[in-house]
């Protein structure tokens, strides 16, 4: 996710291989863990029933985490999309949208080559994944090319606003100027009935915006460096603080619906909620400026490996956010881990994110080899 025009800085493309760890954490979360705790068939065939009742357990901060780092994650690849482009005004967005068709079309074969290989094997027979859910699956099909991948649109619509229209605007205001267009933006994003309003319009818009903020305000911190006299400590107590203001909302909504069942009467198994904090949450808006803010100060040499690294994270991106990992991660009994080794739960969760991402570097790798060698033929031919 980065301009082929924008020199590439070492530390922010480790900021890059950070974010993705997160994302995958973060689908790892949503998609599987929650499963495991709440349905009813997953508790049945894997024998894990420790979270279905009324009980406050307090290592679910971790799932709530997870929800967390998922939305900062994704608004982090704005903001430093926005921190390299915002001053540019000779984007070839030709050259971006070849990069974007080219890896979804290639995250798209691989796909259907591998749901293919896994259903030929007989694997799909025995998956916990499916039994769970007690759902056929349908196959990851070439369709899924343009049918999917919700990040890739949101991110050209962005980048193609910055470059007809956004950057050339940003560019002749002034410091108080820009000041009051992202206090406008802000305010248009928190207000609950400007949010409301937006989503009347569409359900789409309101994401739009949040984008369009985060992208004007990389390309603030990148002209005015307007944190740069807070000291590094001073960043991270305020990251921490962040992030425990985090679990403390969470932990105490649970409380109250724990406290709401009980009142209720209910008999029937208690079904534990995950709280999801959107794009326009100001602790995710707080945490993603206070993040790349610390990596911006990180002193790298360039660095051609992590240059790669954060050059592979789209490709990972794409690669990974589908039912096949799904039911990958599925053979895993998540739900246990987190009841009875929150330190085996926290340490395997990391493991299988990396592994995932090392997944990610070696499609990424084979894209690039049959991108040059396509390029070579199509030269050849001319």
Partial sequence: MNSKGAVRQSNLELLRVLAIILVIIHHIIVHVVYDQINYADSISILGNPYFCKPVFFPQLWLMDIGTFFGSMADLLFILISGYFLVEKNNISVSKTIIKLLTQGLFAACVFTVFNFLYHFFGFSYSDIYLAAREESVSWLRFEFFNESFWFIGFYFMIFLLGAIFL?????????????????????????????????SISSYIQTFVIGVFVYSLG??????????????FVLILLLILTLAVSCFIT?????????SYIRSGSQ??????????????????????????????????????????????????LIHDNELFYRIWYKYDWCTALYSDVNAFICNIITVSILTF??????????????????LILNNEE
């Fill in 251 to 259: 932990s105490y909504c649970r409380v109250l619906d724990i406290e």
């Fill in 358 to 375: 090392g997944i990610g570097i070696v499609m990424y790798s084979i894209y690039k080899l049959l991108y040059k060698g396509l390029k």
């Fill in 167 to 199: 950057n050339g605007f940003l560019d002749k205001l002034e410091k108080k100027q820009y000041i009051e267009f992202l206090l406008i933006l802000f305010a248009v994003i928190e207000f609950s009935y400007t949010r409301q309003l937006l989503d």
């Fill in 268 to 317: 029937g198994g208690y079904f534990q909620q995950i709280y999801v904090f959107n794009f326009h949450n100001v602790l995710v808006i707080a945490n993603i400026v206070l993040l790349f803010e610390l990596f911006k100060r990180i002193k790298i040499k360039n660095n051609k490996v992590i240059n790669y690294l954060g050059a592979s994270v789209f490709i990972t991106y």
């Fill in 219 to 232: 390309g603030y911190i990148k002209k005015y460096d307007c944190l740069r006299k807070i000291r590094s």
